[in-house]
């Protein structure tokens, strides 16, 4: 099951053509990732201060179907999957609300877990382990 993150798009969010501009779409997933981990009992804090440990993005798409500007309430849906024992991908659909709803983007990015000072991939972290493992 996906986790579900509700916003208002906000007038930062927009460029000059009142729209939102296409990296906060990225911005926007990227809250809605962290929600999720903290849902899933992660410590933020915690987590992204670990010295031991950096979990990049390493790679990302994104398909922007429909023009969100401010003051529109969306949805953002939050799919984790294991992709191997180091590394993760995430696909978000954001959502307008309506009604009726419209689908406005399909973003994925993945993510590859390394040693922070080696540089090399290493094992998942137990909390990341353990939110990939939800029921989904």
């Given at each position: 099951?996906a986790f579900?993150?509700?916003?208002?798009?906000?007038?930062?969010?927009?460029?000059?053509?009142?729209?939102?501009?296409?990296?906060?779409?990225?911005?926007?997933?990227?809250?809605?990732?962290?929600?999720?981990?903290?849902?899933?009992?992660?410590?933020?804090?915690?987590?992204?201060?670990?010295?031991?440990?950096?979990?990049?993005?390493?790679?990302?798409?994104?398909?922007?179907?429909?023009?969100?500007?401010?003051?529109?309430?969306?949805?953002?849906?939050?799919?984790?999957?294991?992709?191997?024992?180091?590394?993760?991908?995430?696909?978000?659909?954001?959502?307008?609300?309506?009604?009726?709803?419209?689908?406005a983007a399909?973003?994925?990015?993945?993510?590859?877990?390394?040693?922070?000072?080696?540089?090399?991939?290493?094992?998942?972290?137990?909390?990341?382990?353990?939110?990939?493992?939800?029921?989904?």
């Amino acid at each position: 099951m996906a986790f579900l993150y509700h916003r208002t798009i906000h007038f930062g969010d927009t460029d000059a053509a009142g729209v939102v501009f296409f990296a906060n779409t990225l911005a926007i997933c990227h809250e809605a990732y962290e929600e999720s981990l903290i849902a899933a009992g992660v410590e933020l804090q915690a987590f992204f201060s670990a010295q031991s440990v950096i979990v990049p993005i390493a790679r990302t798409e994104a398909d922007y179907l429909r023009p969100l500007a401010a003051g529109e309430k969306i949805r953002v849906s939050v799919v984790p999957t294991l992709v191997s024992e180091n590394s993760y991908a995430v696909r978000y659909e954001i959502t307008k609300l309506g009604p009726p709803e419209k689908l406005a983007a399909r973003v994925r990015t993945e993510h590859v877990c390394l040693d922070a000072v080696a540089r090399r991939r290493r094992p998942l972290p137990p909390p990341l382990a353990a939110w990939l493992a939800l029921p989904g």
